[in-house]
């Protein structure tokens, strides 16, 4: 009787141990899946398809860091920036040289799906080749500190991923809502083709658009990459990750992506408390086939 009785009380003690290392990798996983899943929504909400080159941009970032930063040296903020830079230009190109000129012919949404789906493999083709397929490390461009709070250990860079991720965030939202830009990027989301009517240079707008969710989606794979390390494949787990965590969000709502990014975050992380962390992956699939069931708009319907 005393064994049976000690087993779930030594079970609570347990739970109780690891709750508060649970929290913190559920906010770091949400953090850097809020970066993907917002940019991803932004650019979404203005060119109305599923750009599935978006994860590319997050990889080209995390290696132009690696190559830069590691390989030849240059100070891990320089790196970083460049990192930024290399992703949004990137995001430009694609949509000057390949969206654009299908939408002008009046290419639907699945063409420019299917196009996406191209430039996705190429561009995962061409970081092999160049880097190999093999993981990356780019942590050791930065010295890590170790922090212990309420029995959670977390490293300094795990910290600036968490910080970054809210500061980005929050000034994202402050843009969209306060700026001309953002009301501009609002209209032409609304109808597009109004927008040209009243003046607005659409142009010019989702330029801008791809600009900014590059560069975002960008410093998601860069702050990933601190983490955990970077390889070629990783392009599409962070599409997926940026692909469900918005659709659960609230598909074309920037707000209801951050809250399907930690949603997914806290629900992996817990989950494998109690499943084979194998598993870890299937814990967002199956939320997204939730949603789709029970509330294909997500937490937040689009504004």
Same mark, same amino acid.
């Given at each position: 009787?005393?064994?049976?009785?000690?087993?779930?009380?030594?079970?609570?003690?347990?739970?109780?141990?690891?709750?508060?290392?649970?929290?913190?990798?559920?906010?770091?996983?949400?953090?850097?899946?809020?970066? !993907? #899943? +917002?940019?991803?929504?932004?650019? %979404?909400? *203005? /060119?109305?398809?599923?750009?599935?080159?978006?994860?590319? =941009?997050?990889?080209?970032?995390?290696?132009?860091?690696?190559?830069?930063?590691?390989?030849?040296?240059?100070?891990?903020? !320089? #790196? +970083?920036?460049?990192?930024?830079? %290399?992703? *949004? /230009?990137?995001?430009?190109?694609?949509?000057?040289?390949? =969206?654009?000129?299908?939408?002008?012919?009046?290419?639907?949404?699945?063409?420019?799906?299917?196009?996406?789906?191209?430039?996705?493999? +190429?561009?995962?083709?061409?970081?092999?080749?160049?880097?190999?397929?093999?993981?990356?490390?780019?942590?050791?461009?930065?010295?890590?500190?170790?922090?212990?709070?309420?029995?959670?250990?977390?490293?300094?860079?795990?910290?600036?991923?968490?910080?970054?991720?809210?500061?980005?965030?929050?000034?994202?939202?402050?843009?969209?809502?306060?700026?001309?830009?953002?009301?501009?990027?609002?209209?032409?989301?609304?109808d597009e083709e109004v927008s040209k009517i009243v003046g607005i240079d659409t142009d010019k707008v989702m330029a801008k658009v791809f600009f900014i969710g590059g560069g975002i989606a960008g410093l998601g794979g860069i702050l990933a990459g601190f983490d955990t390390g970077v390889q070629p494949s990783l392009d599409m787990f962070f599409?997926?990750?940026?692909?469900?965590?918005?659709?659960?969000?609230?598909?074309?709502?920037?707000?209801?992506?951050?809250?399907?990014?930690?949603?997914?975050?806290?629900?992996?992380?817990?989950?494998?408390?109690?499943?084979?962390?194998?598993?870890?992956?299937?814990?967002?699939?199956?939320?997204?086939?939730?949603?789709?069931?029970?509330?294909?708009?997500?937490?937040?319907?689009?504004?």
């Amino acid at each position: 009787m005393i064994k049976r009785s000690a087993a779930p009380l030594y079970l609570f003690e347990y739970m109780f141990d690891i709750f508060p290392q649970l929290v913190v990798n559920s906010l770091i996983a949400g953090s850097i899946y809020a970066l !993907l #899943a +917002v940019s991803f929504n932004f650019i %979404f909400s *203005a /060119t109305r398809f599923f750009n599935l080159a978006h994860g590319s =941009f997050a990889v080209i970032a995390a290696y132009a860091v690696f190559y830069f930063g590691r390989e030849l040296g240059l100070p891990t903020f !320089l #790196a +970083v920036g460049i990192g930024v830079l %290399f992703a *949004a /230009t990137s995001a430009i190109l694609i949509d000057r040289f390949i =969206f654009h000129p299908l939408k002008m012919r009046g290419g639907s949404p699945m063409i420019l799906l299917v196009a996406s789906l191209g430039v996705f493999t +190429v561009i995962n083709s061409i970081i092999s080749m160049i880097f190999g397929s093999s993981f990356k490390t780019i942590s050791n461009t930065i010295d890590k500190q170790y922090f212990e709070l309420f029995g959670a250990a977390f490293t300094s860079v795990q910290l600036w991923i968490f910080i970054l991720s809210l500061v980005v965030s929050i000034g994202f939202f402050i843009i969209l809502e306060k700026t001309i830009f953002g009301k501009v990027v609002a209209a032409v989301s609304d109808d597009e083709e109004v927008s040209k009517i009243v003046g607005i240079d659409t142009d010019k707008v989702m330029a801008k658009v791809f600009f900014i969710g590059g560069g975002i989606a960008g410093l998601g794979g860069i702050l990933a990459g601190f983490d955990t390390g970077v390889q070629p494949s990783l392009d599409m787990f962070f599409l997926l990750k940026a692909v469900i965590a918005a659709i659960i969000g609230g598909i074309g709502n920037p707000y209801g992506a951050l809250l399907g990014a930690y949603l997914i975050g806290f629900l992996e992380n817990f989950g494998i408390w109690v499943i084979p962390s194998e598993w870890k992956d299937t814990i967002a699939f199956v939320l997204l086939i939730v949603f789709l069931i029970f509330r294909p708009s997500g937490i937040l319907k689009r504004k």
